[in-house]
Structure formats: structure tokens, C-alpha cells
């Protein structure tokens, strides 16, 4: 185990944090290297750096840290994008393995099945459920009434999984997601670098304005700038490249 391994799990339980790892590595090898474990990991990462940060804004704030470092550790459960491919790579058609791929309840019955209480994993499970650009555009309040209502951990999980999504990482992620599926997301499969482009404007460009803690604000801030920069360079380079023709 790494050091930085370590550091994550300074407040979970070290043998449900290792199993839940392994569960993780597990469901996620085939993942391509946009969500694949070592984005996971960096996810963790920065959910214990805003923790700490945040607490130390305001020392009455209470979170719980073995859930933030849980639900950061298994937040791409059953992500949508993927699930199919999780099928995929088993054999077992049986109803149990059905169930089991259910992204509803997938993370609560894994922590349930290496010893976590079912607090525990109800709380991560409903914290892993919200954590998706996706399900916040379709119901925004429902996710702000969930932090205010006994979830605050769930706004450091969203901005650590957001910061990983900007930035110099993000731009990383964006082209290699592009590269990987890229086919599956664009009309006729006709798909080409500026798509990546696009979805700066679309999506990554937005998630400043929707980072829920001081610190999160802080860090996109930064990454964003990063994301502007980057666009501005490429406009500038594809625009010489379309007068040369």
C-alpha cells in the first residue's frame, strides 16, 4: 500500500477501506483511463484535502469521514456509461448478479456484504446516487436539500469529483473519453478532436458555478482559468489551420 493510499484511509476503518478498494479495482479494470481507479483515487485525494480545509474554515462544521472518504472511494458505481461493461466482464446471468449490477443499490449492498453497518452504507449509497452532473441538472434542488438535510458530505464529494473533471486532469480525461467512447456519444459515430472542445463549453466550463464548498470554489477557479487558456490556444491554432486551406 502507498503512502498516498494511506493518507486516504487515515479516518475509515482500514479493512473495509481495503475491501471496498478491491471492489472498486474490481468493478473498474476495464474502465477506460478516464474512470478508472487511479481517477478514483485522486477523487479521494481531494475529498480529504477540501475536508480538511473546510473544517478548518469552520471548526463547528460537522462531517463524517469515514463516509466522505467512502463515497469518494465509490462514487463511480455504477455510472451508467459503464455499467454494461461491468456485465460484460462476468459470466453469471444469474438474478443475483442481476441485482448485484443494480446502480441503485450496488455500493450499499457491497458495504453491507464487508461488514459496514446499514447506516453506513445507506448514507454512502444516497450520497453516491446524487454525486452526477447529470442527476443535479435534472433536480438541482433536490441535491441542495440533501446537503442542508443531514448529507453535508456530499458536497465534498461532488466538488472533489468536479475538480477532477477541470483543469489540466480535466483536459486529460475529456480527450481520452473522447478517444475511448467517443463513438458511442456522437450521432452516426462521426466524431473528431473538436468534440472534446465542445463539451468544455458544455459541461466543464459550467462546474465553477456549481461547486458547493469555499474551497471547491477556490481550486475551479484555478482549473477553470486552466480549461479558458487551453480553448483560446486551440481556436487560435485551428483557426491558422482552416486560413491555410
Not at 493510499?5 to 479516518?11: N, Q, R, S, T
Not at 479494470?29 to 481507479?37: L, Q
Not at 460537522?62 to 465509490?74: E, R
Not at 473522447?178 to 462546474?207: C, S
Request: aromatic share 6%; proline share 3%.
Amino acid at each position: 500500500m502507498t503512502s498516498a493510499f494511506a493518507a486516504e484511509k487515515m479516518d475509515c476503518g482500514e479493512s473495509l477501506f481495503a475491501a471496498m478498494s478491491a471492489f472498486v479495482s474490481s468493478c473498474m479494470s476495464g474502465h477506460d483511463p478516464s474512470h478508472n481507479p487511479a481517477h478514483v483515487h485522486r477523487v479521494v485525494a481531494g475529498a480529504n484535502t477540501i475536508l480538511a480545509a473546510e473544517q478548518a474554515l469552520d471548526p463547528a462544521a460537522h462531517f463524517d469521514s469515514t463516509v466522505v472518504q467512502l463515497a469518494a472511494l465509490l462514487h463511480d458505481i455504477g455510472d451508467r456509461k459503464y455499467i454494461s461493461q461491468v456485465a460484460q466482464s462476468t459470466s453469471d446471468t444469474s438474478e443475483n448478479k442481476k441485482a448485484s449490477l443494480d446502480p441503485t443499490t450496488m455500493v450499499r449492498e457491497a458495504l453491507l456484504a464487508h461488514g459496514a453497518s446499514p447506516d453506513l452504507s445507506a448514507k454512502v449509497q444516497t450520497i453516491v446516487s446524487h454525486v452526477s452532473y447529470t442527476t443535479e441538472c435534472k433536480d438541482p434542488t433536490a441535491i441542495q436539500r440533501l446537503i442542508e438535510q443531514g448529507y453535508p458530505e456530499l458536497a465534498i464529494v461532488q466538488d472533489a469529483d468536479r475538480l477532477d473533471a477541470i483543469g489540466a486532469l480535466g483536459i486529460g480525461r475529456c480527450f481520452t473519453f473522447l478517444g475511448a467512447q467517443g463513438r458511442r456519444f456522437v450521432p452516426e459515430g462521426q466524431w473528431e478532436m473538436d468534440n472534446a472542445i465542445e463539451h468544455f463549453g458544455e459541461k466543464l466550463e459550467k462546474l465553477e458555478g456549481m461547486m458547493k464548498t469555499e474551497t471547491g470554489r477556490q481550486m475551479a477557479r484555478v482549473r477553470t482559468e486552466r480549461l479558458r487558456i487551453f480553448r483560446g490556444w486551440w481556436e487560435e491554432e485551428m483557426g491558422m489551420s482552416a486560413g491555410s486551406t
